[in-house]
Nanobody, 124 residues
Framework: VQLQASGGGLAQAGGSLTLSCAASGRTFSSYVMGWYRQAPGREREFVAALKPRGYGTYYTDSVKGRFTMTRDNGKNTFYLQMNNLKPDDTAVYYC??????????????????WGEGTLVTVSS
């Protein structure tokens, strides 16, 4: 699986951005897809994940109610809609995929495939 993230940029606090991740190479619909981020000087952290076939959507507490992850299997693309952005959301965002990851592995970032990051900068 090859992943290509896009959609990062500069936003003001309270604003919105939508990240996209285009996948190619394998049967996209069977994969767990996830978003992670790494802020300057910090470890990479889990943001959101979406299991296939409606088996579950997960968000880290700091983004619940503000971020929404969706997938379009027909386009082999998944998205992260980010609303009410905060300066603490500033980070490089990475998309990732995993075929058979359990939930704890997803949260720990043990995904099989990673895309290159896209930078999100939120100004106060």
């Amino acid at each position: 699986v090859q992943l290509q993230a896009s959609g990062g940029g500069l936003a003001q606090a309270g604003g919105s951005l939508t990240l996209s991740c285009a996948a190619s190479g394998r049967t996209f619909s069977s994969y767990v897809m996830g978003w992670y981020r790494q802020a300057p000087g910090r470890e990479r952290e889990f943001v959101a994940a979406l299991k296939p076939r409606g088996y579950g959507t997960y968000y880290t507490d700091s983004v619940k109610g503000r971020f929404t992850m969706t997938r379009d299997n027909g386009k082999n693309t998944f998205y992260l809609q980010m609303n009410n952005l905060k300066p603490d959301d500033t980070a490089v965002y990475y998309c990732a995929a995993c075929l058979r990851c359990i939930t704890s592995t997803i949260f720990a970032g043990g995904m099989d495939y990673w895309g290159e990051g896209t930078l999100v900068t939120v100004s106060s």
